[in-house]
């Protein structure tokens, strides 16, 4: 830590050389009470016995001893004044060479570093000058056509070398990568396209299941089947909800046909048909019957309407019920069919069952009789 020699402060912040009251030079505190070597005692006894000051007080001293206390006391006072010159000749001496040394420190400082930065900028001037002359001397060697020609003949065999040794290896495994590459992309290709094509396959059938069951629940007699066919078979995907959506079209067809009673035929809107049922003859209601294709409550009515005339025979009703079993495309119409035979027969059964009444028919026709038939389910 450095502190004034004079006032002991250190400096009031970093970086100062000098004190600010005492403007003398800052010094280490640890130099403060320097050993004296014997050239400064010399010195420091030069100056003592030189000094007309000193000389002047010892004589002084002498004589009021030798007056008053004789040669012992002149001695001690002689001594004392001795003494204190002494360390007051060492003080100033102290001072002055702690002055000097900081003076002389602060000027070595200062000159090496002006002499360190003059160097270093001599240094940079001549790296820069000798890096532009050899840029510039490497520059004119490229010019000369010897030295062009040598850079050239380096340069292919390097481009040769370059090439043998790492872009031909890397040609060739790009090469047999891009093979590679293209025989999986084939094999992909040809996952994707059987992949595709089972895909396709897959949406084809559950399209079609759905438009089977569209129809089925529309009433369509012949989509029906085909969602039966389904159900019964092992091997489809959609075996169980064929059966399921089945079994609900059953119960709709059986409620529709209970809540059709006799009746209907009374409300059925004839006259607007340009039909009397009362005197109409059987043909006449058959004709009806196929000129509503699209009109199932029409076609309904019709039916109902010819098996509980009387004034057709009991046979012949019955024939034509059978016929209408087989050919209509209606669910409710066929189950129609199944409860207008179902007063003779007594099966009890839904028009999944038509079979059986078709072969009730045929075993008991020769025992209908010309008598009315009404429904009564």
């Known amino acids: 830590m450095k502190i004034c020699p004079n006032c002991g402060k250190p400096p009031i912040q970093e970086g100062l050389i000098q004190c600010h009251t005492c403007k003398v030079p800052f010094i280490e505190k640890s130099e403060i009470g320097l050993v004296l070597s014997k050239d400064d005692l010399d010195q420091i006894s030069k100056n003592v016995i030189t000094s007309k000051r000193f000389w002047i007080q010892l004589s002084l001293a002498i004589g009021i001893l030798i007056v008053f206390g004789g040669v012992p006391a002149v001695t001690v006072i002689s001594l004392h004044y001795a003494n204190k010159s002494l360390q007051k000749s060492l003080y100033e001496f102290d001072e002055r060479a702690s002055n000097r040394l900081a003076a002389a420190y602060l000027d070595v400082t200062n000159r090496i570093s002006i002499a360190l930065q003059d160097y270093e900028q001599k240094a940079d001037a001549q790296l820069a000058a000798a890096h532009e002359d050899m840029t510039n001397r490497i520059a004119n060697e490229f010019e000369e056509p010897r030295i062009k020609e040598i850079v050239a003949q380096v340069a292919a065999m390097q481009a040769s070398n370059l090439l043998n040794q790492q872009i031909s290896p890397e040609i060739e495994n790009f090469r047999t990568g ?91 809107d004839w006259h607007t048909a340009g039909i009397d049922p009362s005197k109409a003859s059987l043909q006449q209601l058959k004709d009806f019957y196929s000129s509503n294709s699209f009109d199932m409550q029409g076609r309904f009515n019709a039916v109902k309407q010819v098996f509980n005339n009387t004034r057709f025979p009991e046979q012949e009703r019955f024939d034509y019920v059978a016929l209408i079993l087989q050919t209509d495309k209606s669910l409710r119409v066929r189950e129609l069919c199944c409860d207008l035979m179902d007063t003779k027969a007594n099966s009890h059964l839904n028009f999944t069952q038509m079979s059986s009444y078709l072969q009730w028919l045929m075993q008991n026709r020769s025992s209908l009789t010309n008598s009315s038939t009404t429904v009564t389910k």
């Not at 590459?181 to 396959?201: H, P």
């Open 178 to 268: 891009t093979s590679n590459t293209l025989a999986q992309f084939d094999n992909s290709l040809q996952t994707f396209r059987k992949e595709s094509t089972n895909a396709l396959a897959d949406v084809r059938t559950a399209t079609e299941f759905a438009l089977i069951v569209s129809k089925a629940q529309n009433d369509d007699a012949v989509a029906f089947n085909q969602l039966q066919q389904i159900a019964n078979s092992g091997s489809s995907s959609f075996a169980q909800s064929a059966n399921d959506i089945a079994r609900t079209i059953i119960q709709e067809v059986e409620t529709y046909a209970r809540t059709m009673e006799p009746d209907t035929i009374v409300s059925f």
